[in-house]
C-alpha cells in the first residue's frame, strides 16, 4: 500500500524554495512553456545554467562527489530492469558508444556490496539500492522525515537512515552524489480516488518542489523527469492520459519555475517507434528487450541497439546517461 498523500502546507514551501536559493516561481529560463515541445534531455542553457551552475558550486563545497548519483522514485526505478545493468553488465552499446565514458565515471565509486543485488556485484550508483527508491510510494515519500525507525516498506540501505531524517538526506549523508534524478508520481495518480485526492498532480508538483528544495538545502543538484504514459484505469471511455498529462504539465512548469533540468521521458515512451508506449502489459511498468522474464535481464536492459531501444526501460536508460552526460558537460563549461 502507498503512504498517505499529505497537502504540503503553503508557508513551508514556500520558506524551503526561499532557504534553498529560490523564490517562488519566477521562470526565467529560455526552455518551452509547453511541456510537450521540450527536449527528452535537457538543455542546459540560459537562465537554467546559470542556477545549475550554482547547484553544483554548492555541491562542490558540501563535498559531494562527481563520479555519484542517486536515484528517487518508485518501481520503476527500483525493479531491475531499471539502470542496475550498467552497474554489473556489459553494455551494448550500438551507436551510443560516446555513453561509455559517462557509465565507466559512476560506476568508479564502489559501496558496500550488501547495498546491491547479489547478482549484480559491485555496489555503485547504477546497481545500489536507494534509500529514496521504492514500490508502492508516492511522491512525498523520499521528503517527508521519518517518524521512527524504518518500517517494512523501507528496508535495505534505510536500514542506515535514522529517525527524524528524510530518506533524501539519508542517502546524501550516505553516498554524497552530486546529482540526484527523481521521477514519482504515477502511485498517485493510480490511487487518487481511493486516497480521496481530486488533484492529484497539484500534489505532485508540491511533492516534488518540495523534494528539489530538500536537496538543494542538503548541497546536492536536483534533477526531475515527467512520468511515462503509464494506464490508469482499464475503462475505454476514459481518457487515459489525461491526468498523466497534467501531472506532466505540472512537473515540468515546477521545473522550469524553480531552474530545474528535467527529463521528458514521456515524449521518448510516446513515439511511434516504441513497443507498447515503452510499457509492460499491466500498463504501468517499463518494458524491457528480451522480457522481464528472461535470465540476462540485466544485460538486456543495457542494450542500446536500435531494437532494443524501442523498449521502455532500455529506453529511460539510455536516456538517464545521456541525461548525466549532459549535465557533466554542463558543469564543466563553467
Request: aromatic share 6%; proline share 7%.
Amino acid at each position: 500500500m502507498p503512504r498517505t498523500i499529505r497537502a504540503l502546507p503553503g508557508l513551508l514551501v514556500a520558506g524551503l524554495l526561499f532557504l534553498s536559493g529560490c523564490g517562488l516561481p519566477f521562470g526565467g529560463d529560455d526552455r518551452p512553456a509547453d511541456w510537450t515541445e521540450a527536449p527528452v534531455v535537457p538543455e542546459i542553457t540560459g537562465d537554467l545554467k546559470d542556477q545549475f551552475l550554482e547547484d553544483v558550486a554548492a555541491a562542490d563545497i558540501h563535498g559531494m562527489r562527481p563520479d555519484v548519483f542517486a536515484k528517487i522514485g518508485d518501481s520503476n526505478t527500483e525493479l531491475r530492469r531499471n539502470l542496475f545493468g550498467f552497474g554489473c553488465s556489459v553494455v551494448e552499446y550500438g551507436d551510443q558508444g560516446d555513453l561509455a565514458p559517462t557509465v565507466e565515471k559512476f560506476k568508479e565509486t564502489e559501496f558496500a556490496p550488501d547495498l546491491a543485488l547479489p547478482e549484480c556485484q559491485p555496489a555503485n550508483s547504477f546497481s545500489r539500492f536507494s534509500a529514496a527508491a521504492r514500490s508502492g510510494t508516492l511522491a512525498d515519500y523520499a521528503a517527508v522525515p521519518l517518524d521512527g525507525p524504518p518500517n517494512s516498506l523501507v528496508d535495505r540501505t534505510d536500514r542506515r537512515c535514522r529517525s527524524g531524517e528524510t530518506l533524501v538526506g539519508c542517502e546524501i549523508r550516505e553516498i554524497q552524489p552530486r546529482y540526484m534524478i527523481a521521477m514519482s508520481g504515477t502511485n498517485d495518480l493510480a490511487f487518487a480516488a481511493n486516497l480521496g485526492v481530486a488533484d492529484p498532480e497539484t500534489n505532485i508538483s508540491l511533492h516534488l518542489a518540495l523534494l528539489a528544495a530538500r536537496i538543494r538545502l542538503a548541497g546536492s543538484v536536483p534533477v526531475l523527469s515527467t512520468l511515462p504514459p503509464i494506464y490508469i484505469t482499464s475503462t475505454p471511455d476514459v481518457d487515459e492520459w489525461g491526468e498523466v498529462k497534467k501531472a506532466n504539465a505540472a512537473i515540468y512548469e515546477a521545473g522550469r519555475d524553480l531552474e530545474i533540468p528535467v527529463i521528458n521521458l514521456w515524449s521518448a515512451l510516446t513515439e511511434d517507434q516504441m513497443i507498447d508506449h515503452g510499457l509492460d502489459t499491466d500498463g504501468v511498468h517499463l518494458n524491457v528487450y528480451g522480457g522481464v522474464d528472461s535470465p540476462d535481464l540485466l544485460a538486456n536492459s543495457v542494450n542500446l541497439t536500435d531494437e532494443a531501444l524501442r523498449y521502455g526501460a532500455n529506453r529511460r536508460n539510455l536516456i538517464w546517461v545521456q541525461t548525466l552526460k549532459a549535465l557533466d558537460e554542463a558543469a564543466e563549461s563553467k
